[in-house]
């Protein structure tokens, strides 16, 4: 097969399926995507049936990719012809006196111009009675939030990059990456690969691919897991009735409407114990699960029923948890993006964002708060926030 492209990516999952989209629009048959594991597998962080998708962010600079976040999403669906975002709405909800501030939200938004609404406990239960709520809870409703079909929207990029002339390997672990002028040499077990220039969006396994250009950052990788449950009426759960939720706390919990299983589905965010990508096991972990158990007995009984499955993924967390997408220092025909654990709603505008440092050497937006060599990146055991 042809072994010198102009682009390659390296990693299919969210953000690299979205990157090898995006590339195959401008360079077509230049682009060749390779992925370690077979495609669509369940060992990274971008597949199951839901993410949640909204414009509800704590800083104006997230409100505004989040922008142009759905405007992603809607040329992928033209393109392709798949729906892979199904608006519900988006409830925001916490005590008064929260670990995560209302407020940071209200004010984002307020900046960017997008509408929401202020409710009580009372007009919460009013419109959906599913919640249980004491007096002192208040929320945000902003009803373009919803889902981004993960699985769904990730084979749609695949797709839409071959059929735009995109070269796409599986099975294909890379063992080194070596820059040499205007050159990047990708080895493999299965022979090597050159590109003017590389991408890489490597999810838990980032370091791996930069410790190859002599970077090693400081990432916590993350166990976690979501949990389906069979709902005694599954219907009150249903898309049109019931929208995706945010806890607003500390520990923070979130969950959708019944979509994908025959249940709605809840977890804890950024609750996993730390594990290495190789290493991992796929057990579900049972005081995790309890916690989700006991925040859905108190505040939405009705979600609560017999475990359908519960799944796994994996989080790849910067110590603030702000994005990583970049030029990797003195390596500049190579770009890197990691998620930080929030980014799959991103993940076809940060493909796009991907493919213009590629192709254009800059962006169409300002990056330097995702910057590699951003201070705390610098650190060896730098201060972790995980609360946004």
Known sequence: MKRDYEYIVLGL??????????????AGAEVLGIEQFELGHVRGESQDHSRIIRLSYHT?????????????????????????VLKTGGLDFAPRDSKIPLDTYRNAMRACGVEFEDLDAGEIMKRWPQFTLRDDIVGLFQEQSGIAMAARANEAHRTMARANGATLIDDTPVTNIITRGNEVTVETAGGNYSCRKLVIAAGPWSNRALGHLGIELPLEVTREQVTYFAAKRPDDFAPDR??????????????????????????????????????????????????????????????????????????????DRDFVIDTVPGHDNVVVAIGAGHAFKFASQIGRLLSELAVHGTSSIDLSSFALDRPILTMKNPPKNYMQ
């Open 242 to 319: 019931f929208p995706v939720w945010i806890w607003m706390d500390d520990p923070c919990f979130y969950g959708f409407p019944t979509f994908g299983e025959a249940g709605p589905k809840a977890a804890q965010d950024a609750g996993g114990r730390p594990v290495t990508a190789d290493t991992r096991d796929f057990e579900p972990e049972p005081e995790n699960l309890r916690g989700v158990e006991e925040f859905l007995s108190r505040h939405i009984p009705g979600a609560l029923g017999p475990i359908i499955h519960t799944k796994t993924c994996l989080y790849t967390l910067t110590p």
């Open 13 to 26: 999952g969210g953000l690299g399926s979205g990157a090898a989209y995006w590339l195959s629009r401008a």
């Open 60 to 84: 104006p600079e997230y409100v505004e990719l989040a922008k142009l976040a759905y405007d992603a999403w809607g040329t992928l669906e033209r393109e392709s012809g798949e729906q892979v």
